[in-house]
């Protein structure tokens, strides 16, 4: 066996026993077995924010693989003044909003369509997770998923992000101002107006 062989079947055991801070490090000085592993530690949580925040396995998977080029190439810039993971979600998030606000611009596709058999409800053709339901429920289920739709439509990418984070991720108010660089308060704010507004568009089903 060469030596540089050798040097590469012992790389991979000594990069898994690296701690996080060590590992940062060693990317910052162009290790990419050290940013690989960097990856596998926080892909999972990364792309299920992005689901969590565009609905859309298509754009959670551009946005995820987005967010860790992005991280690639601006790791020099961490300096350690917060958590690799708030600093990661800080761009995973800008991303999926830079994602929402261009779906605002192209406008979303509407949940009727027409067809030469009349209008159909396209949330009525998603496949049943239990086809032997009660057929009630499963209406009145159909109904709730296209009233949330409708209401985080009617929320702007910053409140849908908010929401999303506070309700889907449950994070703190104050650990979400510190991922999107704004404070606590803000957060707050903004979380109680996307609030106001779902409850608007939902009416008697909160």
């Given at each position: 066996?060469?030596?540089?062989?050798?040097?590469?079947?012992?790389?991979?055991?000594?990069?898994?026993?690296m701690e996080e801070t060590d590992l940062i490090r060693a990317v910052q000085h162009?290790?990419?077995?050290?940013?690989?592993?960097l990856v596998r530690k926080h892909d999972q949580s990364v792309l299920r924010l992005?689901?969590?925040?565009?609905?859309?396995?298509?754009?959670?998977?551009?946005?995820?693989?987005?967010?860790?080029?992005?991280?690639?190439?601006?790791?020099?810039?961490?300096?350690?003044?917060?958590?690799?993971?708030?600093?990661?979600?800080?761009?995973?998030?800008?991303?999926?909003?830079?994602?929402?606000?261009?779906?605002?611009?192209?406008?979303?596709?509407?949940?009727?369509?027409?067809?030469?058999?009349?209008?159909?409800?396209?949330?009525?053709?998603?496949?049943?997770?239990?086809?032997?339901?009660?057929?009630?429920?499963?209406?009145?289920?159909?109904?709730?998923?296209?009233?949330?739709?409708?209401?985080?439509?009617?929320?702007?990418?910053?409140?849908?992000?908010?929401?999303?984070?506070?309700?889907?991720?449950?994070?703190r108010l104050r650990a979400i101002g510190a991922t999107l660089g704004t404070s606590?308060?803000?957060?707050?704010?903004?979380?109680?107006?996307?609030?106001?507004?779902?409850?608007?568009?939902?009416?008697?089903?909160?």
């Amino acid at each position: 066996m060469t030596p540089n062989a050798a040097a590469l079947e012992t790389a991979g055991p000594v990069v898994e026993r690296m701690e996080e801070t060590d590992l940062i490090r060693a990317v910052q000085h162009g290790d990419r077995d050290a940013f690989e592993l960097l990856v596998r530690k926080h892909d999972q949580s990364v792309l299920r924010l992005a689901m969590n925040l565009l609905r859309s396995p298509e754009d959670a998977r551009d946005a995820y693989q987005e967010a860790f080029l992005r991280v690639y190439k601006n790791i020099h810039l961490f300096r350690f003044d917060c958590s690799f993971h708030t600093w990661l979600y800080r761009i995973a998030t800008n991303i999926c909003l830079d994602h929402l606000r261009k779906r605002k611009i192209r406008r979303e596709e509407p949940a009727v369509v027409d067809t030469l058999d009349g209008q159909i409800n396209r949330l009525d053709l998603a496949e049943e997770e239990r086809p032997s339901a009660d057929p009630e429920r499963s209406f009145r289920n159909r109904q709730l998923k296209a009233k949330i739709a409708e209401a985080l439509r009617q929320l702007t990418p910053r409140e849908r992000v908010v929401f999303e984070l506070r309700h889907n991720r449950g994070m703190r108010l104050r650990a979400i101002g510190a991922t999107l660089g704004t404070s606590e308060e803000a957060a707050k704010n903004c979380l109680f107006r996307a609030t106001q507004k779902m409850r608007g568009v939902l009416g008697d089903y909160v």
